[in-house]
């Protein structure tokens, strides 16, 4: 069983910057798409990137042009950079995974962002 750990949340003001970070237990190599999602108070968990084993990433339009998400098998960890944060952007970020060699998916616990003056 695959643990997720992510970390890199906090608190930052509106227009900063933040890299979270996805560290896996093993090795990464197998996952086919790692995705970032988060949830906001009262909100439901929505889609915030996703990147394949082969490096091809999807966006949320609302990230889109401001986040970058990447992948470091070597390092068995994942990244989102997220730029020009905005309020809207505060949430519970969590790392989830898929494997389908294992048939599993595998979810972190999250970090905390928090995006205020």
């Known amino acids: 069983q695959v643990q997720l750990v992510e970390s890199g949340g906090g608190l930052v003001q509106p227009g900063g910057s933040l890299r979270l970070s996805c560290a896996a237990s093993g090795s990464i190599f197998s996952f086919d798409v790692m995705a970032w999602y988060r949830q906001a108070p009262g909100k439901q968990r929505e889609l915030v990137a996703s990147i394949t084993s082969g490096g091809s990433t999807n966006y949320a339009d609302s990230v889109k042009g401001r986040a970058t998400i990447s992948r470091d098998n070597a390092k068995n960890t994942m990244y989102l950079q997220m730029n020009s944060l905005k309020p809207e952007d505060t949430a519970v970020y969590y790392c989830?995974?898929?494997?389908?060699?294992?048939?599993?998916?595998?979810w972190g616990k999250g970090t905390l962002v928090t995006v205020s003056s």
């Open positions: 989830n995974a898929d494997d389908p060699i294992a048939r599993s998916q595998y």
